[in-house]
Structures are given as C-alpha cells and as structure tokens.
C-alpha cells in the first residue's frame, strides 16, 4: 500500500487514457456488431458535428435552449435568493414557510408537466416556466441553509455597536452568504436545464429537446450522438462555471 | 415559549393549506378561470376515490412501482459494486471520480430518445433511464464513503492484525454506511422521478402514461386527481425511504 514506487502516469493521464479506451471499445463494438440505424461509432458522430453545425435550423435551437435555460436561471435564481433570505431570515418564517416549500420541492414536477403546457403553450414560456419551477427550490432551500450557518455571535457584534438593519445586511450577511448563494446556482443551473430539456423532450417546436426526439425518431444516430455531445458540452460548461465560482468565493471563508 | 410558536408554525401552514384551497375555489366559481385550464376542487377530490372503485389506477401503479423497484436495484448493485472496486486504490479514485462526477452533471435525460429506440415505449426505456439516473449519486456517494474513512481506523485494525475480511466488514463498512445510506436514498428518489419524466414523454402505461392521455384528452378534472395520486405516491416514497435512512443509520452504530 506504501510502496514509494509512483503510479506510472498522473491520474489525469490516467483518466484521459479511460476515456479513449471506451470511446475504442465503442468504435469497434459499433463497427462490429451494432444496427446502424441504433447505434453509430463514435467517429461518425464527429463527422456529423460539421453537418450540424452548418444547419441554421439546428444552430437556432441550440440558441432556442441556451436563452429557455438563461431565462429560467435568473428567474430562480432572483426569485429564489429573494424568498430563500425572506424565509430564512426570520426564525419563524423559516419553521412556518420552509417545511410547505420542502413539501412543494418533494413533489414529482414531472406530473404536472401537461398543466405547463396547458397553460403556456408549447413555445418557449412553457420551457421557462418548468425550468423555473425545478431551479427555484435548490436556490431556495440552500439560501436559508446559507443563512442557518451565519454565526449569531456577529449578529450581536455588529448589533451591539449600533450597526442598523441595512449595515448588518450589506456587511454581515450578504458576504457570509456568498459560498451558498454559489452552490444553489450550481444545484440550480442542473435542475434547470434537466426541466427545460424535459419539456423540450415531452412537446415542442424547437430546442435541442426536439431535435433529439426527431433525430432518434428518424433513425440517425450520428447526429443524435453529435447533438447529444454538444449539449454536454454545454452543460459540464455551465457547471464548471459555477464550480469555479463557488471555489474562488469560499476561499476566504475557510481561511 | 418553545410550544407556542411551534403551534403558530403550524397555524400558518393551515391558513396556507386553507387560503390555496379557498382561492382554488373561487378562481373557478362561474366566471373565473376556464375548467378546462383548471377544474373546481370538489370534482377533483371526487375522482381522487374513484380511483380506487371504477376507474382503477392498480394497474398503472403496479407497472411504475415495478419499473422504479428494477432500476432502484439495478443501480444499487452496479453502483455499490463499481464504488467499493474503485474506492480499493487510491489511484482509482483519483482517476474516476472526477471522470463519474463529470458525467453526473450532464443532463442524462437526454439519453430518453435513445433509449426509447433500444428498448421500446414499455418498461424497458423507463427502467434504462431510471437505472442511468439513479446510478452515478449511489456509486460518487459509495466511493466517497469508503475511499475516505479516516486513515486511523484503519492503521489501528491494521495494527490490531485485522484481515482484509475483517478490516472491510468491520471498520470500512461501518464508517462508510451513512455515506453510502445517504447515496441510495436519493437514487431512490431520483429513480422516481425520472421514471415519472420518461412516463410523461412517451410510454404504454404507467402513472405518468395516465396524467398524459388525460391532458391530450382534455380531461382535467381526472387528470388533477391522478396528479394528486401520483404526488401523494412521491411524498410516500420519500417519507419511506427517508426512515430507512434513519433506521439503517441508527441500526448500524
């Protein structure tokens, strides 16, 4: 178990090596043995990149998705930190209102996705909409535990040498919350994106949601995989955006 | 003073449980918002107990419970046993977690379509998504339980002259279990949902095949009491699964 004798490569060598060995074994088992109309290699999927990406049809629906997303996550993200320090700040908001939001955040959104629809239509509001309703409750429910973390002896401190509401606000409890306020756009932006894909998959006109459900209806695997890849791109994007952020923000915070 | 304000907590979650209801009510009074948008509640909770006599739902629960209990232990067993086989070396994890941490941030229910082409609109596609969902929170939490008991414990069995047998079953597990209790619970949950969300999109039957007809039917009076249904089968899920948490928990110390 000790032995001073280093791995051969760095982890991260080590991990790229995995990842191409199972894009290999993908190639090959494809090659082999897969129905084409099911399953593509790999390096058909990368051919099909430039095909999408030349097709205005597609490039609008990835822009279609990005602002569905975009919209979706300022809204929780404004609306959640809003109720999230509302409800939190006050201890008996926080026994009376948390346990009624934790209520609505356990309910399956997945069944009330045709009320969506019903209600919104089948364009880009709808997707907003139920993208909003799963990015709110993480921004939510992480604020008020941002809160719960704030040490009451500096709330005595600051109150104990005059400081008014607006001071222990901007000075006390906005930077405490800072590392929270992170993590719950990072929770947030998955559960987001996870709603309006969702959406997009059960009924729409447009997105990246439709577009998989066409390309997978029509038997094209190569473009559904290329398709696939550039949404996750997106996503590992998005996240190691509020990854970072929520890194350089606690930093001082553990220090 | 403790008892008093835990009473006004739960007088205002009444007023709020009375205040929807009240407004549901008297939105859809003759003149408010159309029944087809949403229906009066007393129609609603009517079709809640038909459910059980001649509109009979045991079907549709029976072939969701049925796809979630598949997928709940696919995942187990493939997520605890890949977990406890990378969490062996240190090296491993160093290499796949960051490698399994990155595929979970991507929205795997894109997959779906793909799915539904590999194993049809019954079951299979919802178990396969159910079983991709709920996989990666059970096999991170699994390796973050055992790759990360404290180096102490273990040199001390180590140095007590604990076998491997003896060092896993008796040191490792313990001190990983919550950690890996804690993964399983939310594959659990994550597992139902997505089961529900595959349902919506397209399939044969199911608790989420029944609200989707009912809307393209524009039955929303039916459709608002299967929802019911299905919520109060999600809040029972999680009520159980949260207590088998907790028994697990305290049955291990």
């Known amino acids: 178990m000790n032995g001073r004798r280093g791995p051969i490569m760095s982890p991260g060598m080590a991990r790229l090596v995995v990842i191409i060995a199972l894009l290999v074994i993908w190639e090959v088992g494809a090659r082999l043995y897969a129905d084409p109309l099911f399953l593509c290699p790999p390096s058909q999927a990368v051919v099909a990149l430039p095909r999408i990406f030349s097709d205005p049809k597609i490039i609008h629906a990835i822009w279609v998705t990005i602002y569905e997303v975009f919209v979706a996550f300022v809204l929780s993200v404004s609306f959640g930190m809003t109720i999230g320090l509302i409800v939190g700040l006050q201890g008996f908001t926080k026994k009376a209102i948390l346990p009624v939001i934790l209520l609505l955040y356990s309910i399956p959104q997945a069944t009330v996705l045709p009320l969506f629809i019903l209600s919104f239509g089948i364009g880009p509001a709808a997707k907003i909409a139920f993208g909003l309703s799963h990015g709110i409750f993480p921004v939510i429910v992480t604020t008020v535990g941002g809160v719960q973390n704030l040490r009451p002896s500096l709330l005595t401190a600051a109150r104990s040498m005059g400081a008014n509401r607006w001071q222990i606000f901007t000075s006390i409890v906005f930077p405490h919350m800072i590392p929270s306020f992170f993590t719950g756009m990072r929770l947030g932006m998955t559960l987001v994106l996870l709603g309006v894909l969702l959406a997009e998959l059960y009924v729409s006109t447009a997105g990246i949601g439709f577009y998989t459900r066409l390309f997978a209806e029509s038997f094209a695997p190569p473009d559904l995989f290329a398709l696939i890849a550039v949404l996750a791109a997106i996503a590992v994007t998005l996240n190691e955006i509020c990854r970072m952020g929520e890194r350089r923000f606690s930093r001082w915070h553990n220090g | ?253």
């Open chain 2, 1 to 253: 003073m403790k008892k008093p304000s835990r009473l006004a907590a739960h007088l205002v979650q009444l007023g709020i449980l009375v205040a929807v209801l009240g407004a549901w009510y008297w939105a859809t009074l003759p003149g408010g918002i159309n029944h087809l948008l949403l229906p009066p509640p007393i129609p609603v909770f009517e079709g809640f107990w038909v459910l059980f006599t001649a509109d009979s739902i045991w079907p549709d629960l029976l072939v969701t419970v049925r796809e979630w209990v598949t997928a709940v232990l696919l995942a187990s067993v493939s997520g605890c046993t890949l977990g406890y086989l990378i969490s062996r070396s240190g090296y491993a994890v160093r290499v796949f977690d960051p490698l399994l941490a990155g595929l979970y941030s991507i929205p795997a229910i894109l997959l779906f379509p793909l799915y539904l082409l590999f194993f049809g609109l019954g079951p299979g596609s919802k178990i396969a998504i159910g079983t991709t969902i709920a996989f990666f929170p059970i096999v991170l939490n699994t390796i973050a339980g055992l790759a990360y008991v404290d180096k102490a414990y273990i040199t001390a069995a180590r140095s007590m002259g604990a076998s491997d047998f003896q060092l896993f079953w008796s040191v490792m597990l313990p001190a990983a279990f919550p950690v890996v209790l804690t993964g399983l619970r939310i594959g659990c949950i994550v597992a139902f949902l997505s089961i529900l969300g595959g349902e919506t999109i397209s399939s044969l039957a199911g608790l989420g095949h029944r609200i989707v007809s009912l809307a393209e039917n524009m039955e929303t009076s039916r459709m608002f009491s299967n929802i019911l249904f299905a919520v109060l089968i999600a809040i029972v899920i999680n009520v159980i699964v949260t207590f088998a948490e907790a028994r697990g928990r305290r049955g291990m110390q």
